[in-house]
């Protein structure tokens, strides 16, 4: 079974295109190196039993993140298997097999070798210590990969389990976009490292790690304590034993049903309805509701949303703790931001439920559409993040950061929602179809997006930028708060207006790169030059990653 | 010609006029031409991947042809899809809906985004809720994304009836849909021909289709092998299923093959 699995693997595989194949290819090659730079390169024994560790704990955080991060959903879904005359638990063993036969795997053993070297290099009779230890380096890394990953699948089931989930990808994009700061000083200190290792309280918390056992074992046998080294030994691969496991467990397909039966109307419900409707009687107020009851119920949403406003309050954490606690005060605005990110797919996050916008076409329904998303992700972010940043100024009683806080909450809501309505349009990239979503990025890729908002949010931002930082010289940041609200606005105002203009022209079009996939999508624009709207709609069919079945 | 002059002459409720289609050098649909006379019920039958959802794609705006063009009651679906649109109801297959909300709360947004106001969209919702047996889900909070394929389709279903059309296109309307539904699901479609509605379906399904319809397209390879009225199509032919047989052509089963299904 196990040998078919992996060769329906590599057929899937060959029917879908990556674009961020190669960027995790060069990631992989040279993490490789790097880890043997430091084996090879190591002063002495202890040295390189120190680097080692660390190596080993990037490697195996690599594939805790990776899967997440590069959207590498297993091709192989679990529920492929569930009709089959099979035990559960065999599939999911089945399928955990089928992890290990890849690039991503070879690497990594290829870099856990250096743990084999390790041992040669201490004591050549320990090599046999160190070949073991490999093997269930690779092991325990790639499970352990595949556990966070269903888990964080399985917990978008339910609500606690989004917010946990949350949590964790509000971190990593914490991490992503300000962990340079935390990692900076190791950095600076680092200039030695091959001379002299880590040491410190780094080298104490990398000891402890599982990924260090292995190292310990070979340590603790190249200086005669061979019952220690085989302690060591001995309980890194019973953890890797329980991780393969649980993770076999995890993979296995779900009989269960799709939905937990709820007790009480689903949230929001009385808000919004009932004789005295907060919203008007028109097809934006239709639209709003739609999108708030949608930000507030789909699991899938509340992700973006809240882990935008955790991200912004570990990035602000992040501040505090390296010594820059003015980035606290910012919180918010990075929540915004990044709302602006997790906003830039709606349409690809709605899938092809874009039919009913297709086949109710009035005469200015698709402008509702588009400004009613707008109003409604305006509605969610700013006041969330206008509070988590107040509360950090009132907290710290840093008061001079009103006028700066506040007028980059003002352009940054305006700017990134103009810019997220309008990728949402351009650059829109379906993931899973809502109704057979499974895994927490389900939802389509949106890497372009978010290098876009990286070089658009600035340059769009500009006049309120140069004012605020004009301001600040002349001793009157005041004077960025109407600008930023004269900058903000209007950039939202356009953007959202060139977003559904395009989607006046392009409705079936787009309808088209949802429902049949990018390879027929191509076909309706020109190969090269057009707009700048086409060339970004291009850039996107390029680079983001389709992970949709094509076809109908 | 304006709607209101079409809709007062002898123009077809539905007209397919060339659709052609072209998937990766395959081609889906080749110059697909129908005319639907309003009042009636045409089954449109092809086996997979004729080029039905396809055609059928073309013809309510969803899918661009290459070439050829659709009109509902005479209005060109690809030069005023406005107008065009607001004479049709669609019902596609196995997509998806704004998932997270409860079927009242998808009419509800689905009728004023159609401008019926609330009041009436409310009236018309909770009778169609009602009629097709969606009422208790809806009291229980469920959410589409909960609903099972045959409750998908009624919903599904209900979105194409809300705004009153005069022109229905169903794909596969009665598939995984229970009988019970099945026979409230003829008789909806009944009345509204009865009253000069015009419904096309498309369906698998040989006998629900003779029972069903008035007027019969076979497609095949993404050309029309025969239209007309259901007698026309049969033709001397005991069943549609043997017209369709002879037109698509079948691979019979041999005395020798599958023999160790029987062992």
Redesign the interface.
């Known amino acids: 079974m196990v040998e078919l699995l992996i060769r329906l693997k590599f057929t899937l595989g060959r029917h879908t295109t990556g674009g961020t194949r190669w960027l995790t290819v060069i990631l992989l090659v040279g993490g490789t190196a790097a880890t043997w730079f430091l084996a090879v390169a190591a002063a002495s024994d202890a040295v390189r039993s120190n680097l080692l560790m660390l190596a080993l704990a990037v490697w195996a955080g690599s594939w805790i993140l990776g899967p997440t991060i590069t959207n590498g959903v297993g091709v192989l879904r679990s529920q492929y298997f569930t009709l089959l005359p099979l035990d559960r638990n065999r599939v999911g063993m089945g399928l955990l097999v089928t992890m290990f036969v890849g690039f991503g795997p070879a690497m990594t053993l290829v870099s856990a070798a250096a743990l084999a070297w390790h041992a040669y290099a201490s004591d050549p009779a320990t090599l046999f210590l160190g070949l073991l230890g490999m093997l269930a380096l690779v092991v325990f890394s790639v499970s352990l990969g595949r556990l966070v990953f269903r888990a964080l699948g399985a917990a978008m089931h339910s609500r606690i389990g989004m917010e946990i989930a949350s949590v964790q990808w509000g971190l990593i994009v914490a991490g992503l976009f300000f962990g340079w700061v935390a990692v900076q000083p190791a950095f600076v200190a680092a200039g030695n490292l091959t001379e002299q290792g880590l040491g410190g309280t780094a080298a104490t918390v990398l000891s402890v790690l599982p990924t260090s056992w292995p190292v310990l074992a070979v340590d603790a046998a190249a200086s005669g304590s061979w019952a220690v080294a085989f302690a060591w030994l001995g309980a890194f691969a019973s953890l890797t034993v329980v991780t393969v496991l649980v993770t076999g467990r995890l993979l296995a397909p779900s009989v269960s049903t ?2 937990v ?2 007790r ?3 949230l929001g ?1 009385r808000v919004l ?1 009932g004789r005295r ?1 907060w919203l008007p ?3 934006l ?3 709003v ?2 999108e708030l ?2 930000w507030w ?2 699991p899938w949403r509340g992700l973006e949303l809240r882990s935008a406003l955790y991200a912004g309050l570990f990035i602000g954490l992040l501040g505090l703790l390296t010594d820059i606690p003015q980035v606290m005060l910012f919180s918010g605005v990075f929540a915004v931001l990044i709302m602006g990110m997790g906003g830039a797919n709606m349409y690809g996050h ?4 874009l ?2 916008t ?6 200015d ?1 698709l402008r ?1 559409e588009v400004r009613g998303r707008q109003i409604a992700i305006a509605v969610l972010i700013a006041p969330l993040a206008t509070l988590l940043s107040a509360a950090a100024i009132v907290v710290s009683g840093e008061y001079w950061a009103a006028p700066y806080v506040l007028a980059c909450l003002l352009v940054f809501v305006g700017v990134s929602n103009g810019l997220a309505a309008l990728l949402s349009v351009v650059t829109v990239t379906p993931g899973v ?3 057979k979503r499974v895994d927490a990025n389900d939802t389509g890729d949106n890497q372009t997006q978010v290098w876009i908002m990286m070089l658009a949010v600035p340059l769009l931002s500009s006049p309120t930028l140069a004012v605020l930082v004009w301001g600040a010289f002349q001793g009157s940041p005041w004077w960025s708060v109407p600008v930023a609200l004269l900058n903000g606005v209007p950039v939202a105002w356009l953007l959202g207006r060139i977003a559904y203009r395009r989607l006046e022209r392009r ?3 787009t ?2 790169r949802i ?2 996939g990018k ?2 999508a191509r076909q ?1 624009l020109p190969t090269n030059g057009g707009g700048l709207l086409d060339q970004l709609e291009r850039g996107a069919l390029a680079t983001n990653e389709e992970i949709k079945p094509t076809g ?1 | 010609m304006t709607s209101t002059e079409a809709r007062k002459g002898d123009v077809p409720a539905l007209e397919l006029d060339a659709l052609t289609k072209t ?2 050098e395959t081609r889906a649909a080749d110059g697909v031409s129908l005319a639907v006379p309003r009042g009636t019920m045409l089954g449109l039958v092809g086996p997979n991947g004729a080029g039905k ?2 055609s059928l794609s073309m013809a ?5 042809p290459d070439s050829g063009t659709a009109r509902v009651l005479g209005v060109d679906v690809w030069t005023d ?2 107008e065009a ?2 004479h ?1 109801g ?1 019902l ?1 297959d196995g ?8 079927a009242g ?1 998808l009419l ?8 019926l ?2 009041d009436l969209t409310r009236t018309r919702a909770k009778e169609l809720l009602q009629v097709l047996e969606l009422d208790r889900a809806e009291r ?4 589409v ?2 609903y099972s394929t045959g409750m ?1 389709k009624k919903i599904g279903l209900a ?1 194409a009836l809300l705004h009153a059309p005069q022109v229905l296109v169903l794909d596969e309307p009665y598939e995984a849909v229970d009988p019970v539904s099945a026979r409230v699901l003829t008789a909806i479609l009944r009345r509204f021909t009865d009253g000069g509605g015009t419904v096309v379906i498309s369906s698998h399904v040989m006998a629900l289709v003779e029972q069903l319809t008035d007027r019969v397209s076979i497609i095949a390879d993404g050309r029309v092998l025969a239209d007309g009225t259901l007698g026309e199509v049969r033709g001397t032919d005991a069943t549609l299923e043997d017209t369709f047989v002879r037109l698509v052509g079948a691979r019979e089963v041999g005395e020798g093959d599958l023999a160790w299904l029987s062992s």
């Open positions: 799709r939905g039966r709820r009480s109307r689903p419900s309805e409707s009687d028109t097809p107020g239709a639209v509701g739609k009851r949608s119920r789909d709605d899938g092809t439920a039919w009913l297709v086949v109710g076409q009035g005469r329904t509702e179809d809502p109704h409705l079936p079009e309808f088209t429902r049949y390879e027929i309706s109908s | 998937f990766n959802t396809t309510v705006g969803l899918l661009r899809p406005v649109k607001r049709l669609v596609p997509l998806s809906l704004p998932e997270r909300l409860t709360e509800d947004y689905w009728g004023r985004l159609r401008g106001g609330r229980d909070g469920v959410l994304a909960e998908r979105t």
